[in-house]
């Protein structure tokens, strides 16, 4: 079964000024619908073709087989990154719509024993977006002893591979923020807190 790219769980008009329509129409119609077409053909006919997105990430990434894992990671990070998105609060007209009203019990009480509060969290996770240079994503990811930790990832990297538990990501290559702040990656960054889906954040830790 080839792997096939999600729809997006927000109305894409509803979460500027983060991201605009046009960015999700490039960003999500093209970018990652291109990394889902490599991956499914490089994986046509082999024996990869019958895994699970992880289980093809951590193989090809065993075997070295870049081609692969830099698509099938690319997919898995933005099919996660899409999720970790909601809506402007004031255009959340449903019931349906994910809430974007801070972090929940568990991750808040887990962000202040590892980082001190949700504002030094936020502090360190900005610096590590802000100063990743070149493409990739920044992440809170929680490692085998339950520690949360920030990630400074490059290019496709993913917490799977070092066996850590992703929570929250941002996309911070360019494709990702070029039509709507130019070369200002710092404004992009600072714009995504008002557009996370804190519950979403807070299901991955059961
Ligand atoms: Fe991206």
Redesign the pocket.
């Known amino acids: 079964m080839p792997f096939s790219l999600p729809d997006l769980p927000f109305d894409t008009s509803n979460l500027m000024p983060f991201c605009s329509a046009e960015t999700f129409q490039y960003?999500h119609g093209k970018?990652?619908a291109a990394y889902v077409t490599k991956l499914n053909d490089a994986i046509n006919g082999t024996p990869l073709a019958e895994l699970s997105l992880e289980e093809v990430i951590l193989r090809s990434h065993a075997e070295g087989n870049k081609a692969v894992f830099n698509n099938a990671a690319?997919h898995f990070?933005?099919s996660f990154?899409w999720n970790c998105l909601a809506a402007a609060k004031e255009k959340q007209t449903n019931a349906a719509d994910a809430p974007t009203t801070g972090p929940g019990p568990q991750i808040s009480t887990l962000l202040d024993r590892d980082f001190g509060g949700l504002d030094q969290f936020k502090a360190a996770f900005n610096q590590a977006a802000t100063t990743l240079f070149g493409s990739g994503w920044a992440w809170l990811a929680q490692n085998g002893s339950g520690k949360l930790e920030i990630l400074q990832l490059k290019d496709a990297d993913t917490p799977l591979i070092q066996g850590k538990k992703p929570l929250l990501t941002l996309?911070v290559?360019e494709?990702?923020y070029y039509i709507d702040f130019r070369n200002r990656r710092p404004d992009y960054i600072n714009t995504f807190w008002d557009f996370i889906n804190w519950d979403f954040v807070e299901k991955q830790l059961s």
Do not use: V
Request: charge should be negative; charged fraction near 10%.
């Open positions: 960003h970018h990652h690319q990070n933005h990154f996309d290559w494709h990702a």
